[in-house]
């Protein structure tokens, strides 16, 4: 949780056609745009260097740049997004990755991988398997992940959740905030969990940079209960990228 830079990309106009499981109406651009903002300045604020990638109209989800690539300060993987519309979304960062990373791996195979499903924590790499992350997807990233030197394995995502990481984020490096039907797989025995309210499942995609943690600001009893175990909280609005299924990782590579 240790971050020096990211990567955001802009959003287009056509974010208020991105993919969603359930329909809570479109998003606003404006809207998306604001919340986007304001996570740039927090990020800086926690003192990140951020590149802005600009907008891509023919890829309404490409504001989350998380999907298709993976980072670690070793080097960049490019991933293969599980859904149909994303699948090209690798191709639009390839360039950006290759500028700035000596060590550039591609996925093999012919599976996929959703950077949304993968958790780094310090002493291995959790892969989720999910709808957008499959089994043959999985095994070739433990592959790159074995070059880069990085312990991995793979788990699951409960049944319904998107990915892997829409249920659980680090808070440091022993302890995870997990949604309570993620903690109870037992994936986490290892950590220190901290369990998210009930209702406020939304909430579990938070974001440690540094020595802050951001939560949605929808989610006041998460905020509360963070606030209340010594972590330093920045809440950011997500209500209009919450409509499009996305939270606070979606949106940047870290490393
Ligand atoms: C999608 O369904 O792909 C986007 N609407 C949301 C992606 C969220 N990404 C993430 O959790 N890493």
């Known amino acids: 949780y240790e971050f020096n830079s990211i990567i955001v990309r802009t959003p287009s106009q056509s974010v ?31 003192g990140v260097k951020v590149t802005v990638l600009p907008a891509l109209e023919a890829f309404p989800d490409s504001i989350f740049v998380e999907d298709p690539a993976l980072v670690f300060t070793e080097g960049a993987i490019l991933l293969r997004p599980g859904a149909a519309t994303r699948v090209n979304e690798t191709k639009e960062i390839e360039p950006a ?3 700035m990373f000596d060590t550039v791996l591609d996925l093999p195979g012919t599976g996929y991988a959703d950077g949304g499903d993968v958790l780094t924590t ?41 990915h892997f990481k829409t249920d659980c984020s680090l808070l440091d490096d022993e302890t995870v905030l997990s949604t309570n039907r993620l903690a109870r797989s037992g994936v986490f025995e290892k950590f220190r969990q901290v369990i998210i309210p009930e209702g406020e ?11 802050v943690v951001m939560v949605g600001a929808d989610f006041p009893r998460t905020i509360e209960m963070l606030d209340k175990a010594g972590y330093k909280v920045v809440p950011l609005k997500t209500t209009e990228i919450g409509k499009i299924d996305a939270g606070l990782s ?5 490393w």
């Open 122 to 162: 310090r002493e291995s790499v959790m892969i989720g398997l999910s709808a957008r992350t499959d089994k043959a997807g999985a095994e070739a990233l433990r592959s790159c992940l074995d070059r880069l030197g990085r312990k991995s394995e793979i788990v699951a995502t409960p049944e319904g959740v998107l």
């Open 97 to 99: 990755l290759r500028e």
């Open 16 to 46: 208020v056609n991105g993919l969603r499981a359930d329909d809570r109406g479109n998003p606003t651009f404006e809207g998306v745009k604001a919340e986007h903002d304001a996570y740039i300045g927090a990020m800086r604020e926690a």
């Open 201 to 211: 499942e939304a909430a579990a995609n938070a974001l440690r940079v540094n020595d």
């Open 250 to 254: 979606c949106m940047s590579l870290r």
